[in-house]
């Protein structure tokens, strides 16, 4: 299974904030929309993403508050990227080793989409749960040997 074939499930809407962004906005948006993270874009290219491990440790440091602080300040300005044919296990790796909770996925340098812990561990527990009705299924179709042997007596 690829990145892909995850963003052709969740769709590719995106959400973006400038370097520029006062930080309140930014994190306003995210709460409005529900969302933990906003990939940060400059000039068509992406420089950084924002999530929500970004803006607390910025509260934290600001005694409670995010302050006049801009995006540019908090974002993650090497954020782990991916492609559309990346396998999902390099995926799962990747963001393990890292802690990552979301990764931006780039055609060469075109943002397609961004996707999640939580997407990646959906795919697979989606995946494993179609191989178990498949297997299952496969199972109950089993063809019985013609041995002459009664299964009940065994001989």
Known sequence: ????????VKGSTLFTV???QALAEATRTMS???IGSL???DHGD????????????????N????GTSIVRTVMDDAPL?????????EVRRMMLMRHARYMPVLDKRTLMGVISFYDVAKAVVDSQDFENRMLKAYIRDWPVEETGESPSTGG
């Open 63 to 66: 005694g409670g508050g995010v």
């Open 39 to 41: 990939v940060v874009m």
């Open 81 to 89: 990227t991916c492609t559309p044919e990346t396998e999902i296990d």
């Open 18 to 20: 400038t370097p520029e």
């Open 46 to 61: 992406l420089v950084g993403m924002l999530t929500f491990r970004e803006v607390i440790q910025a509260v934290v440091r």
């Open 32 to 34: 409005e929309l529900d």
């Open 1 to 8: 299974m690829k990145v892909a074939d995850i963003l052709r």
